[in-house]
Protein backbone atom coordinates (compact mmCIF):
# COMPACT_ATOMS: atom_id res chain seq x y z
CA UNK A 1 0.00 0.00 0.00
CA UNK A 2 1.26 3.54 -0.25
CA UNK A 3 2.65 5.11 2.69
CA UNK A 4 4.23 8.44 2.87
CA UNK A 5 6.19 8.71 5.54
CA UNK A 6 7.54 12.32 7.15
CA UNK A 7 10.99 13.00 9.05
CA UNK A 8 12.84 15.72 10.70
CA UNK A 9 10.72 17.52 13.05
CA UNK A 10 11.82 18.96 15.85
CA UNK A 11 12.29 21.85 18.24
CA UNK A 12 14.15 25.12 17.10
CA UNK A 13 14.49 28.45 18.13
CA UNK A 14 12.11 31.44 16.62
CA UNK A 15 14.72 32.70 13.55
CA UNK A 16 16.39 29.17 12.70
CA UNK A 17 16.26 26.69 9.90
CA UNK A 18 14.66 23.04 9.78
CA UNK A 19 14.51 20.54 6.65
CA UNK A 20 11.53 17.88 6.93
CA UNK A 21 11.82 14.78 4.46
CA UNK A 22 8.96 12.67 3.09
CA UNK A 23 9.57 9.18 1.59
CA UNK A 24 7.08 7.87 -0.34
CA UNK A 25 6.83 3.84 -0.89
CA UNK A 26 4.03 1.92 -2.59
CA UNK A 27 3.22 4.43 -5.82
CA UNK A 28 5.67 5.08 -8.64
CA UNK A 29 6.87 8.61 -7.37
CA UNK A 30 7.89 10.63 -10.31
CA UNK A 31 4.21 10.22 -10.99
CA UNK A 32 2.84 12.42 -8.69
CA UNK A 33 3.01 15.90 -8.12
CA UNK A 34 4.09 15.97 -4.06
CA UNK A 35 2.94 18.98 -1.66
CA UNK A 36 3.33 19.72 2.30
CA UNK A 37 0.31 21.22 4.48
CA UNK A 38 0.57 21.81 7.71
CA UNK A 39 -2.60 22.13 10.70
CA UNK A 40 -1.62 24.05 14.17
CA UNK A 41 -4.14 23.44 17.03
CA UNK A 42 -7.56 24.69 16.02
CA UNK A 43 -6.98 25.62 12.56
CA UNK A 44 -7.70 24.37 9.65
CA UNK A 45 -5.04 22.50 7.48
CA UNK A 46 -3.31 25.00 5.51
CA UNK A 47 -1.25 24.25 1.88
CA UNK A 48 2.48 25.25 2.12
CA UNK A 49 3.66 24.58 -0.95
CA UNK A 50 3.75 21.96 -4.14
CA UNK A 51 5.95 20.55 -6.62
CA UNK A 52 5.33 19.07 -9.89
CA UNK A 53 6.63 15.78 -11.24
CA UNK A 54 9.72 16.92 -12.76
CA UNK A 55 10.44 19.70 -10.14
CA UNK A 56 9.71 22.78 -12.97
CA UNK A 57 7.00 23.80 -11.56
CA UNK A 58 6.93 25.20 -7.93
CA UNK A 59 3.71 26.94 -6.10
CA UNK A 60 3.84 28.25 -2.30
CA UNK A 61 1.68 29.44 0.09
CA UNK A 62 1.35 33.37 1.25
CA UNK A 63 2.41 32.47 4.48
CA UNK A 64 5.48 30.68 3.42
CA UNK A 65 6.63 31.95 0.25
CA UNK A 66 10.07 33.19 -0.01
CA UNK A 67 10.81 31.70 3.37
CA UNK A 68 10.23 27.73 2.20
CA UNK A 69 11.56 25.79 -0.54
CA UNK A 70 10.43 23.11 -1.42
CA UNK A 71 12.21 20.26 -3.60
CA UNK A 72 12.18 17.13 -4.43
CA UNK A 73 14.64 13.56 -5.34
CA UNK A 74 12.96 10.89 -8.05
CA UNK A 75 15.94 8.64 -7.17
CA UNK A 76 15.11 8.45 -3.63
CA UNK A 77 11.50 9.05 -3.55
CA UNK A 78 11.58 11.73 -1.68
CA UNK A 79 9.93 15.43 -1.15
CA UNK A 80 11.67 17.89 1.14
CA UNK A 81 10.79 21.15 2.83
CA UNK A 82 13.40 23.63 3.84
CA UNK A 83 11.88 26.01 6.39
CA UNK A 84 14.13 29.13 7.19
CA UNK A 85 13.33 32.14 9.52
CA UNK A 86 10.92 30.29 11.33
CA UNK A 87 8.34 31.85 14.01
CA UNK A 88 6.48 30.86 16.61
CA UNK A 89 3.22 30.93 14.02
CA UNK A 90 5.31 28.27 11.94
CA UNK A 91 4.46 25.64 15.37
CA UNK A 92 2.22 22.92 13.64
CA UNK A 93 2.07 19.29 12.25
CA UNK A 94 3.42 19.13 9.10
CA UNK A 95 1.99 16.60 6.13
CA UNK A 96 3.36 15.27 3.24
CA UNK A 97 0.95 14.83 0.63
CA UNK A 98 1.08 13.40 -2.75
CA UNK A 99 -1.44 14.07 -5.55
CA UNK A 100 -3.52 13.18 -8.28
CA UNK A 101 -1.51 10.52 -10.72
CA UNK A 102 -0.02 12.09 -14.05
CA UNK A 103 -1.70 15.79 -12.08
CA UNK A 104 0.04 19.23 -12.81
CA UNK A 105 1.28 22.33 -10.05
CA UNK A 106 -1.18 25.08 -11.74
CA UNK A 107 -2.34 26.95 -8.60
CA UNK A 108 -1.66 27.66 -4.59
CA UNK A 109 -3.19 24.22 -4.03
CA UNK A 110 -3.28 20.81 -4.68
CA UNK A 111 -5.68 17.92 -5.22
CA UNK A 112 -4.94 15.16 -2.67
CA UNK A 113 -4.67 11.50 -3.25
CA UNK A 114 -2.47 10.31 -0.24
CA UNK A 115 -1.50 11.95 3.41
CA UNK A 116 1.11 11.21 5.85
CA UNK A 117 0.91 10.59 9.11
CA UNK A 118 2.64 14.10 9.85
CA UNK A 119 5.34 15.44 12.13
CA UNK A 120 5.43 18.26 14.37
CA UNK A 121 7.30 21.14 14.50
CA UNK A 122 7.52 23.20 17.24
CA UNK A 123 9.38 26.81 17.27
CA UNK A 124 10.25 28.26 20.42
CA UNK A 125 10.39 31.91 20.83
Known amino acids: QVQLVESGGGLVQAGGSLRVSCVASGLTFSWYPMGWFRQAPGKEREFLAAISRSSGTTQYGDSVKGRFTISRDNAKNTVYLQMNSLTAEDTAVYYC??????????????????WGQGTQVTVSS
Open 97 to 114: AAGSVMGAVTSKSLPVDY
